[in-house]
């Protein structure tokens, strides 16, 4: 039996949304764990969570919670983010933060595997883990880049409710059961918990995720925006977003325009460049009305990309349709992702 | 008292989706009535329907229907405007056709009357009504394009089940039932009642409508491109468009990028162009979370406009959220109004 070193892993916000989707990667991947700590807030403390059928108590996380980790997965909000991830790096873990907290950090890597592995090697023991709906479209882009220049972005998203978390999940379906009834409801979360008006998730489609920023973008758009530069290093490029809520409970979908440099591409060279690239499955036959949709792509690692057309005007101009599961490859298999590549690149020893 | 003359007026496919949403809108403008002929296809014939508190009994429609109408609105499928259309165009009726029958010939007006009332003239007995998706954009693009030109239009969609006809509506309650209560169902009409393969629309989105053409972009996409173009007099107009379904009952959403002519334009100067035009209700304050949505523009005539920003990297181009109800503006509401301009045009006397 080969003798595989284990690393004390710790997750932090383990009871969250993708705090437990974190866990159920971790036991997928068979990621080689010796010790693994799972932290939250006070108020999620004492719980018990299993990992491959053991019992584990969550417990209170606290600076000194992170003596001896070696990799530490963040994902309990920005405030816990900035508060414990350097304290976690103080000791010697290395962190991949999935909150905003650090990701436009120019001191901190911005990382998606199969666009920026290389970036991780700049890391100075916080690495951030990009917004969902960013993740998925870099993931189709970079191939394209690569082989045929990229100029420009326009993107409006189809974004699944679990993105702004349990309680949202749990919001659409009551409102769901409620029209279906007949019956009154009052809106409390969606479209943005931390924002003062209440919508109508269910049966509806809500162009706001995030808060509004002073350019009449949200922040959720500024997110698509920024982060595409930077994982992409590529300051000059065009990048524009339209992020819409709509009632789907996994998966985000996005219709995406995009201009390349080179000319005279096909699409049959589109669809080629994308099938053989890292983390994309291509799911493009329009004849027999095969696409991807959040309901195949839920529950599935890889990034599904279809409807590629070119446009009818532009030469250099592509349509495509970009759907990935936003809690696994938007949020925690990303994260674990992340974790691997420290160990293969030989960060963590 | 005004003496107001009266109308012979044919409804065809009165018992269907828009059929009814015609009757309740013609009731609504209370729209000068001497005699309503409702008809339909044998299978519904013989149905009762209410207008202004009396019962009407639905008729088979067949060319002696026709007989002394003034003016026939049709929405019973396109096979049936093909056969009806020009029978009662022949009897001197006047037919606005809501099906996509007529719609590219050339021969056949394509009207939404703050567009391109003038083209209603030219009728040889037949208007076509436009596509839903395709009516609320345009009304909010011409303003745009008479103050300050236009050259380029992407427009992602969002579009509820109700475009789909009365079963899909129900399909997606039905559907969205199962899944709460973790029951099986088996998708047998949507994305495309006439295609071979069904999918799940509860809690999902699906980037079909209608069926694909040769070039990767589906009938649906086709209809939003070529049409913008007829109703806008623009062949040289670039238009792409994706279009997704929702599950959303009533209302189209739709994400559009623009490209201007004229340079400098503010975000100020298109809200106060958009928020005096015609038809159109400006509903854009972010700071106060006012945006359109499907749930607030369902059983309303108006095309809503919002969340206008201007593209961070071209000084010409412009985003904004587009929203009206499908069955209303985009299908019997432009029906009717055709109907009362060609009153007030003195084209039906």
Same mark, same amino acid.
């Given at each position: ?14 009871? &969250? !949304? ?15 764990? /010796?010790?693994?700590?799972?932290? /939250? ?26 003596? &001896? ?6 994902? !309990? ?12 790096? +103080? ?35 916080? %690495? ?40 949202? %999940? ?11 009834? &007949?019956?009154?409801?009052?809106? $409390? ?6 924002? +003062? ?8 489609? %809500? ?14 758009? #500024? ?8 994982? #992409?290093? #590529? ?23 995009? $201009? ?17 690239? $890292? ?13 991807? #949709?959040?309901?195949?792509? !839920? &529950? +599935? ?14 030469? +250099? ?33």
């Amino acid at each position: 039996m080969e003798n595989v070193k284990g690393y004390h892993v710790a997750v932090v916000g383990a009871t &969250g !949304a993708v705090g437990e989707k974190m866990l159920s990667t971790l036991e997928k991947r068979n990621f080689p764990i /010796s010790k693994l700590t799972l932290l /939250s807030s006070e108020r999620s403390a004492g719980k018990k969570l299993l990992f491959k059928g053991e019992e584990h108590v969550v417990q209170v996380a606290k600076p000194e919670s992170f003596e &001896g980790v070696d990799i530490a997965l963040f994902s !309990a909000g920005g405030s816990v983010s900035k508060q414990l991830a350097p304290e976690a790096a +103080k000791r010697g873990a290395i962190c991949v933060d999935n909150t905003s907290a650090f990701r436009m950090d120019p001191e901190v890597p911005l990382v998606v595997p199969e666009v920026n592995e290389a970036d991780i090697h700049q890391h100075k023991g916080i %690495i951030a883990n990009p917004n969902c709906s960013t993740i998925q479209m870099v993931v189709a882009l970079e191939p394209i880049r690569k082989a045929l220049g990229l100029n420009k972005v326009i993107v409006s998203t189809y974004q699944a409710v679990s993105g702004a978390g349990a309680m949202a %999940i749990k919001e659409m379906k009551e409102q769901s059961q409620a029209i279906l009834n &007949g019956e009154a409801f009052t809106p $409390e979360i969606l479209p943005c918990g931390a924002d +003062k008006k209440h919508y109508q998730i269910a049966f509806n489609a %809500i162009p706001q995720i995030d808060k509004f920023t002073e350019n009449g973008f949200t922040f959720e758009e #500024m997110k698509m925006i920024n982060e595409t530069k930077k994982i #992409m290093h #590529m300051p000059e490029l065009s990048v524009a977003a339209t992020c819409v809520r709509i009632p789907v409970e996994y998966g985000h979908s996005e219709s995406v325009y995009i $201009e390349v440099e080179k000319e005279g591409v096909t699409v049959q060279e589109l669809k080629d460049l994308l099938a053989s690239a $890292e983390g994309i499955i291509l799911e493009d036959q329009p004849e027999e009305q095969v696409y991807p #949709m959040a309901s195949t792509a !839920a &529950g +599935k690692f890889e990034t599904f990309v279809g409807r590629i057309r070119k446009d009818l005007d532009n030469d +250099k101009g592509f349509h495509m349709w970009i759907v990935s599961d936003n809690l696994l490859k938007g949020a925690a298999w990303n994260s674990v992702q992340i974790a691997e590549r420290l160990i293969s690149l030989g960060i963590v020893k």
